[in-house]
Nanobody
Framework: QVQLVESGGGLVQPGGSLRLSCAAS????????MGWYRQAPGKPREFVGS???????NYADSAKGRFTISRDNPKNTVYLQMNSLKPEDTGVYYC????????WGQGTQVTVSS
């Protein structure tokens, strides 16, 4: 059974940092594009960024310069380093994979507030 489990969310003050992790199990995702989406209250889920198997990254404009996606293929894990966080970054962050079958994690809450 495939599972994506996110962790690392929490409450952080504006300007702070968080590092999210997404650990995949049930199959090898080292050849798949993996990445992150987020959903703010009352808004649709939106793309944050992605990373290919070779490490090439793509980011939403809102994430460029502040967020960094990386991956550890032997660990089947993808990361999202978020710096200079803003209140508008608040939401549930979801890990997903791309391929013939799409998988999603259950999400982790990120709240940016003073």
């Amino acid at each position: 059974q495939v599972q994506l489990v996110e962790s690392g969310g929490g409450l952080v003050q504006p300007g702070g940092s968080l590092r999210l992790s997404c650990a995949a199990s049930g199959r090898d995702f080292s050849l798949n594009v993996m990445g992150w989406y987020r959903q703010a209250p009352g808004k649709p889920r939106e793309f944050v960024g992605s990373i290919t198997s070779s490490g090439r990254t793509n980011y939403a404009d809102s994430a460029k310069g502040r967020f960094t996606i990386s991956r550890d293929n032997p660990k089947n894990t993808v990361y999202l380093q978020m710096n200079s966080l803003k209140p508008e970054d608040t939401g549930v962050y979801y890990c997903r994979t791309w391929g013939p079958t799409t998988y999603w994690g259950q999400g982790t809450q990120v709240t940016v507030s003073s």
